[in-house]
């Protein structure tokens, strides 16, 4: 059985673009620099939170691949792509931008500790220009692996509304759980909000009541997930039962020593369940 060569990692957060070296962060770094040495294609991508020196990281927009629309909530917001390399660990980074959600905004909380109150249309936004960039790109990854809350509606989107597109149609999803969230509930239209071709309400279902949450999120990103990694030596139980209770693989915590290799391993099970599917079909 052959090996996953081609690996899409959709990232919430990078070191150094962002300066406090936190265990995802330094994770999200590592990865990309292992798959690529082993001989891996790989292609990784981030918001371009306002936090980010684009002078002092070298970043620089990519025309050929900016200037899509993405229109959420009956509003367009133009997509920006940009570019950056990590010349230590020879990978590059492209980072998904946009005046309204990015630009002169912080990450998760405004500059007094707030959670904004659109970081699901964020999320939203993220989701959709990474995958249009991809296609952009014509680049057919094997196994897309999603860190963090901000890309945690890529799942539901590979394998609905992007699921007959040549570059997403083979692909596997897996989902990444850390320790982090947020605490305010997701807007009451969120359901609306997140509606494409090929996604209908009852495919949002867990999300469509007044006040849903973090942990519904994350649940919906499992629902649409191949595999689950629990990325954070702690993190909330109720997600990870609910991904066992649906018969979705999970990776249990992996040390920093052993995970990189752990990970390796993972992706392969996941690749190999899907062409093994493939073949009984054929």
């Known amino acids: 059985m052959t090996e996953p060569k081609r690996i899409l990692f959709v990232s919430q957060e990078i070191f150094p673009y962002l300066d406090e070296e936190t265990p995802m962060r330094l994770r999200n770094r590592q990865l990309p620099e292992y798959f690529q040495a082993r001989g891996f294609e790989t292609r990784t991508f981030m918001p371009k939170f306002g936090e980010i020196n684009e002078r002092r990281n070298q970043l620089h ?32 980074i492209y980072f998904i931008d946009n005046d309204d959600y990015f630009q002169q905004r912080l990450m998760k909380l405004d500059e007094n500790g707030v959670e904004y109150n659109d970081n699901d249309e964020r999320a939203i936004f993220y989701a959709r220009g990474v995958l249009e960039t991809v296609k952009k790109l014509r680049w057919c990854p094997d ?35 850390f320790d982090e969230e947020f605490q305010s509930t997701l807007s009451e239209n969120i359901t609306e909000k997140i509606l494409l071709k090929g996604i209908n309400k009852a495919d949002v279902e867990i999300l469509d009541k007044p ?27 109720d997600m990870l039962n609910y991904a066992r209770e649906k018969g979705i693989p999970v990776l249990e915590y992996q040390s920093p020593e052993t995970y990189a290799d752990a990970f390796n391993n993972f992706y392969d099970e996941i690749w190999s369940q899907g062409k093994e599917m493939i073949e009984e079909e054929e």
């Open 211 to 237: 006040s849903a949450t973090f942990e519904d999120l994350c649940k919906l990103a499992i629902s649409y997930s191949d595999g689950i990694i629990q990325s954070s030596e702690h993190v909330n139980e």
């Open 61 to 92: 927009e990519v025309i050929r691949l900016s200037g899509i629309n993405i229109i959420i909530a009956d509003a367009d917001h133009p997509l920006l792509i940009k570019v950056a390399s990590v010349q230590s660990a020879r990978i590059q």
């Open 143 to 177: 196994i897309i692996h999603c860190q963090g809350w901000m890309s945690a509606l890529v799942p539901l989107y590979i394998k609905k509304a992007y699921q007959d597109e040549p570059s997403f149609r083979d692909s596997k999803v897996i989902f990444s759980l």
